[in-house]
């Protein structure tokens, strides 16, 4: 079946570093991949997607690129701040109809000033 | 609405008190889904509505648990005779189409506290 796999946390940085959270998956046929992101006491917000392969989602900063010959989306900002902690979670939505939407288990970002 | 609306916020009940938790979608999605989150941990899916089909219950964890969704709209998670186990923030989800393919949009979630 589908699967989401992303890199350990929880991540430390300080500010105005540069970002990479690994994500790869496993699925069939070819599916949609995301990133949500769940700020601390809040639900979680679509950050950004891409839908087919050599795309290139972006939003905030943050950029991910859909690459199918390694199957992954990793997340990356050039420069991060304070108010970019939140936990991320990598997910993709499959191409089959019926409930196929996956989450990684999320990765915690702490940007320490 | 303009985006998916859950009450109550939070909730604090006994063991053993039944509890209903609300999701209003975004009008016109078709596609509605039931998400936990325990503390520190990821997202388990619970339960899956699409349009007039059979809901896909798969990820329910006892028959304690149960949802229905009225008139293709709004849904009501029950959980039934709650155990302390159950405290987790309950999360729903709309999407326009099957699968989710343009990307769920969340609601802010109920925490549920089992005391």
């Known amino acids: 079946g589908n699967s989401v796999t992303q890199m350990e946390g929880p991540v430390t940085l300080s500010e105005e570093a540069f970002l990479t959270i690994n994500c790869t998956y496993t699925?069939?046929?070819?599916?949609?991949l995301f990133w949500y992101v769940q700020y601390p006491g809040e639900g979680l917000q679509l950050l950004l997607k891409?839908?087919?392969?050599?795309d290139k989602g972006s939003n905030k900063g943050f950029e991910a690129t859909y690459r199918k010959e390694t199957t992954s989306f990793h997340l990356e900002k050039g420069s991060v701040q304070v108010s970019d902690s939140a936990v991320y979670f990598c997910?993709?939505?499959?191409?089959?109809?019926?409930?196929?939407?996956?989450f990684g288990p999320g990765t915690r970002l702490s940007v320490l000033p | 609405g303009a985006g998916v609306s859950q009450s109550p916020s939070n909730k604090v009940t006994e063991k053993g008190k039944d509890v209903e938790l609300r999701c209003d979608p975004i009008?016109?999605?078709?596609?509605l889904y039931w998400y936990r989150q325990s503390l520190g941990q990821g997202l388990e899916f619970l339960i899956y509505?699409?349009?007039?089909?059979?809901?896909?219950k798969s990820g329910l964890p006892s028959d304690r648990f149960s949802a229905e969704r009225t008139g293709g709209s709004v849904s009501t998670l029950t959980i039934q005779r709650t155990q302390q186990e159950d405290s987790a923030v309950y999360l729903c989800?709309?999407?326009?189409?099957?699968?989710?393919?343009?990307?769920?949009?969340f609601g802010s979630g109920t925490r549920l506290t089992v005391v």
């Open positions: 989800a709309s999407s326009l189409v099957s699968g989710g393919k343009g990307g769920y949009t």
């Open positions: 891409a839908t087919k392969a050599d």
């Open positions: 997910a993709l939505s499959g191409s089959d109809y019926g409930q196929n939407f996956v």
């Open positions: 699925a069939t046929g070819y599916p949609s």
């Open positions: 009008s016109g999605h078709t596609a």
């Open positions: 509505f699409q349009g007039n089909s059979a809901p896909d």
